[in-house]
C-alpha cells in the first residue's frame, strides 16, 4: 500500500533562510506527488506536483521540489523563507487523483 | 485553477442531529469527488471517493451509515454526518476532480457537536 512520512512534525527557519521540508514515499510503480499548503482553518493551496519529465518541479510562491526515485523522496524547498510561508505543508501521494495518500504534515515557524 | 466551494465553513449542532455539508465544482464538471477528515494537528484522512452517479466507496473503518454521501450531480456532493456524537467534531476537507485531471479542494468544514 502507498505511503507517505514527513519525518519533521515543526520545523523553525528564520525569514530569509533557505527551507527544506522532507518527504518520503512507498508505491509500487511511479507515483504522482504533491506537495500543498494549508494556513490554520483552511483548505489546502497546491503548490506543486510531479507525474513524469523533468525531475525537478517548480511550484507556485518559489518553491520547488526534486523527485528522486533512487531515495524514493521529494523534498519540497525554497531559498528564502518569508514570514508569510509560515503553515502546515503536506506531502501527498496518489495514482492520479485516485487514492490520494497525505504524510502526517510539518508546521513551519518562520522566525523575524 | 479551478474553484470548490464547500458550504458551510463552520457549523455547530447539538449531539444527535445531523448535519449536511455541501461541495461544489463552481467551474468544472467533476467526476470525481473526494471526502477527507482532519483531527486537530494532524493529517488527511481518506473517508471515501464518490463517482457521479454511483455509490461511494469507503475507506475501511469509515461508517457509510453514519457518513453518509451523495454525489448525484457533477458539480454536487454532499456529506451528512447523521445522529453527531461530540466525536464526530472534526474539519471535513472535499475535493473534486475531472478525468485526468488534478484534484482541486474546498475550504474546509469545521463540524463541532455539542
Known amino acids: 500500500a502507498q505511503s507517505v512520512t514527513q519525518p519533521d512534525i515543526h520545523i523553525t527557519v528564520s525569514e530569509g533562510a533557505s527551507l527544506e521540508l522532507r518527504c518520503n514515499y512507498s508505491?509500487?510503480?511511479?507515483?504522482?506527488l504533491f506537495w500543498y499548503v494549508q494556513s490554520p482553518g483552511q483548505g489546502l493551496q497546491l503548490l506543486l506536483k510531479?507525474?513524469?519529465?523533468?525531475?525537478l518541479v517548480q511550484g507556485i510562491k518559489g518553491f520547488e521540489a526534486e523527485f528522486k526515485r533512487s531515495q524514493s523522496s521529494f523534498n519540497l524547498r525554497k531559498p528564502s523563507v518569508h514570514w508569510s510561508d509560515a503553515a502546515e505543508y503536506f506531502c501527498?501521494?496518489?495514482?492520479?487523483?485516485?487514492?490520494?495518500?497525505f504524510g502526517a504534515g510539518t508546521r513551519l515557524t518562520v522566525k523575524p | 485553477g479551478a474553484v470548490v466551494s464547500q458550504h458551510p465553513s463552520w457549523v455547530i449542532c447539538k449531539s444527535g442531529t445531523s448535519v449536511k455539508i455541501e461541495c461544489r465544482s463552481l467551474?468544472?464538471?467533476?467526476?470525481?469527488m473526494f471526502w477527507y477528515r482532519q483531527f486537530p494537528k494532524q493529517s488527511l484522512m481518506l473517508m471515501a471517493t464518490?463517482?457521479?452517479?454511483?455509490?461511494?466507496?469507503?475507506e475501511q473503518g469509515v461508517e457509510k451509515d453514519k457518513f453518509l454521501i451523495n454525489h448525484a450531480s457533477l458539480t454536487l456532493s454532499t456529506l451528512t454526518v447523521t445522529s453527531a456524537h461530540p466525536e464526530d467534531s472534526s474539519f471535513y476537507i472535499c475535493?473534486?476532480?475531472?478525468?485526468?485531471?488534478?484534484?482541486?479542494f474546498g475550504q474546509g468544514t469545521r463540524l463541532t457537536v455539542v
Open positions: 475535493s473534486a476532480s475531472s478525468r485526468a485531471a488534478e484534484a482541486f
Open positions: 508505491y509500487g510503480a511511479t507515483p504522482y
Open positions: 510531479y507525474f513524469s519529465g523533468d525531475t
Open positions: 501527498a501521494v496518489g495514482e492520479g487523483n485516485n487514492d490520494m495518500r
Open positions: 467551474d468544472f464538471q467533476a467526476t470525481t
Open positions: 464518490s463517482n457521479e452517479g454511483s455509490k461511494a466507496t469507503y
